[in-house]
Nanobody
Framework: QVQLVESGGGLVQAGGSLRLSCAASGRSFSNYHMGWFRQAPGKDRIFVARIGWSGGSIYYTDFAKGRFSISVNNAKDTVYLQMNSLKVEDTAVYYC????????????????WGQGTQVTVSS
């Protein structure tokens, strides 16, 4: 059984930082990409960042560039999203995802999802 378990969310003030973790288990992810998505209240789930299991193929959506950093420690089966300079508009449930190589920004191209972790940024 594949499991993706996020942790690290919480309440922070604008300008602060959080580091999200995603513990992956249940299969080999060597040919997979790992991604982060987020969903704000009343909005669609949208792509944030992607990384290959080996640490390559890193890609960020525009709002994440310069503030967020995705990384993977495949020896620990864990993917991270470091979020700095947080803004109120970053408030959302953040989801970890796994999908085949070259999965797109569409939520439908990803095979596995975590349960999500809430990130709330206050002003």
């Amino acid at each position: 059984q594949v499991q993706l378990v996020e942790s690290g969310g919480g309440l922070v003030q604008a300008g602060g930082s959080l580091r999200l973790s995603c513990a992956a288990s249940g299969r080999s992810f060597s040919n997979y990409h790992m991604g982060w998505f987020r969903q704000a209240p009343g909005k669609d789930r949208i792509f944030v960042a992607r990384i290959g299991w080996s640490g390559g193929s890193i890609y960020y959506t525009d709002f994440a560039k310069g503030r967020f950093s995705i990384s993977v420690n495949n020896a620990k089966d864990t993917v991270y999203l470091q979020m700095n300079s947080l803004k109120v508009e970053d408030t959302a449930v953040y989801y970890c995802a796994a999908g085949p190589q070259r999965s797109s920004g569409s939520v439908y191209s990803w095979d596995y999802w975590g349960q999500g972790t809430q990130v709330t940024v206050s002003s």
